[in-house]
């Protein structure tokens, strides 16, 4: 009997213990569930404006003279001065005298010319005299003949004198050329010449272009040809109406900026580039209100006033996806928009639709977007630019 006690009462107080613990789980209280709600990505945007705006076409070529020439040699003999000008980088005016050329055979040649020119008119009017001698004897003779009233000598005569003049000319011509000048206003580019050289006709003794007018070759694209609103064959008629250009080169850590105008657009497609070429040019560099002048030789950028568009849709160019789509913020979800592109540069793009003026564009940087995708837009203000934050540095909150 003590043995079943024993035995019965631990397994009771089991039973017990396990029924107070079924009853105590079934009665407890359920705990309170709360969800976080998913917190939407931050994204800087920016509103979408309506513009009228003059398209520019942006690219680059190097200068060159409009004119330039090689100082040549027309007769032979000795250089015995070269002006204080004739230096490379130089100005050189309209018939300034840059090379002398020894001209002491020239001058006799002149003097010797000059002498067979007066004796060819001496013998002119003797010949003349002897004419008239043999008209008035011959005047009773019926049908005297040319030889005997002396006509071919007379002939003969002028036509020496004739060739005499023209033997003058020659030799003044030779002396004159003994004097190398421009008949414009330049900047020698070269010097080959050297005092007491000998040259001979032909001989190359430097090199000057002038500086009236500079001018850049400027190869366009079909898309630029069509920002610049012009066709191939295009002529300024005038400086007034032709399209701005604006050159620029950086140098010696500075800026410079000169101001020309678009003076033609090719006829032909150039057959090695496949480009079409314009002719930018600029007026009288060297003299320009500049601290350096847009020297030839110098690579510049040029940037030329395009057509005018009226009422275009104008966002930033970050703001442009790869494949023309745009990301806007409806009602705090990301939709995506494909765009027609009228222009584009590295700042902005010009849409001729796809998005609406005042809506606002993303321009950061998106991580695997999903149309309808939880966002929130954020402009970007003069305190972000002063943290040191951007539209590229800032894809994700």
Do not use: C
């Amino acid at each position: 009997m003590k043995k079943l006690k024993a035995i019965a009462i631990p397994l009771l107080i089991l039973v017990g213990s396990i029924g107070i613990y079924q009853v105590l789980h079934a009665t407890k209280p359920e705990p309170e569930t709360k969800e976080d709600a998913a917190r939407p990505l931050s994204l800087f945007v920016e509103s979408v404006r309506q513009v009228d705006k003059t398209l520019d076409v942006q690219v680059t070529g190097e200068v060159r003279a409009r004119n330039e020439i090689d100082l040549v040699a027309q007769v032979s003999g000795r250089i015995v001065r070269l002006s204080d000008a004739f230096t490379e980088g130089s100005a050189v005016a309209p018939g300034e005298v840059l090379i002398e050329i020894d001209d002491r055979d020239y001058r006799v040649a002149v003097a010797s010319a000059e002498a067979r020119v007066a004796e060819a008119e001496v013998r002119l009017e003797q010949a003349l005299a002897d004419a008239d001698v043999a008209r008035k004897l011959l005047i009773d003779r019926v049908n005297p003949t040319a030889l005997a009233l002396k006509k071919p000598q007379v002939a003969q005569a002028r036509a020496a004198l004739k060739a005499a003049k023209v033997e003058l000319q020659r030799a003044e011509l030779d002396l004159e050329r003994t004097k190398l000048t421009v008949p414009f206003n330049g900047r020698v580019k070269s010097r080959l010449a050297g005092l007491g050289q000998f040259v001979t006709p032909g001989t190359s003794l430097g090199r000057v272009f002038a500086t009236e007018q500079v001018e850049v070759r400027l190869a366009l694209t079909d898309a630029q040809l069509r920002t610049l609103g012009k066709n191939m064959g295009y002529v300024a008629q005038s400086e007034a109406e032709a399209p701005r250009v604006i050159f620029s080169n950086a140098m010696a850590g500075t800026t410079h900026h000169w101001h020309g105008y678009l003076k033609s657009v090719d006829a032909a497609v150039d057959s090695n580039t496949r480009s079409i070429y314009a002719l930018a040019v600029l007026d009288n560099p060297y003299q320009q209100d500049a601290e350096i002048p847009m020297a030839v030789g110098m690579y510049v950028e040029a940037s030329i006033a395009g057509r005018e568009v009226s009422r275009a849709t104008l966002i930033p160019r970050s703001a442009l996806r790869p494949g023309n789509v745009v990301f806007t913020i409806e009602e705090g979800v990301l939709r995506r928009h494909l765009v027609d592109i009228l222009f584009q540069d590295d700042e902005f793009a010009l849409l001729n639709g796809g998005v609406q003026p005042g809506q606002d564009v993303v321009v950061s940087p998106i991580r695997n977007p999903i149309d309808g995708m939880a966002v929130e837009g954020r402009h970007l203000d003069a305190s972000d630019i002063a943290n040191g934050h951007s539209p590229a540095q800032d894809p994700i909150n």
